[in-house]
């Protein structure tokens, strides 16, 4: 007991600050990996650790070798396995609200124009994709498309995705509260887990989100079906009031004591 107490008179205030911000980034890189293909591969690498721990106490010379030099790579392995997590992380760095110089009637505004636009759309099957721009800028997919920079209106949406629209096959992207660009080309997911039932408008909007943390709506032209994504995570089948209640609670910056 009394080494107890001695060992507790040696530890500094700058140990406990160490452990405490050790144990906040493992904290948040559990958070960030939740629900994500990376759990999976922790889970491979923690199978590798216990082998090569295993080959060491059972004179498995050959693997032991082997794992030995896969290990001494580790931290150059886990940025190739995890680099889309780490890019992630570390564009939450630098923040972008969506709603940033927005009244909050100007966001229940763009809120409901975007409602209303995909209701409109799913009752006639036309198909859509509009991603909206969170705390991570989009430069890096803008590079093909119309630049539009007009105000978020569902007349003006539903006669983009138009069969007959020149701009109908691609993306609209709308960044703080404006439609800034249409007909733009994202990135489709990788993810073997991903449905092969599922089209290219479905796929694109998982491989952006699982790169940035937009957000992502899909109106389906065969289904009327409206789906939204997040973190490369799909909800399907959504009806107007479940879509306005999932854009609130993913956009919205203020608080009810900030609605007036």
Known sequence: MDGFFEVLKNIRWLDLL??????????????LIKGTRAVQMLLGLAVILIVYVASQVGGLYTLHWLLDNFLSSIILVIIVIFQNDIRRALMHVGRNPFFAGLSYREETEVIDELVKACLVMANRRIGALIVIERETGLKDFLEVGTEIDARVSSDLLVSIFLP??????????????RLKQAGCFLPLTQNPDVSKALGTRHRAAIGLTELVDAVAIVVSEETGKISIVVGGRLTRDLDSASLRRVLKRLLETRTAGRKK
Do not use: E, K, N
């Open 18 to 31: 160490d452990i405490g911000l050790v144990a906040f980034i493992i904290y948040r890189i559990i958070l």
């Open 164 to 177: 007959y629209s020149p701009i109908h096959d691609g993306a609209v992207v709308v960044q703080q509260g």
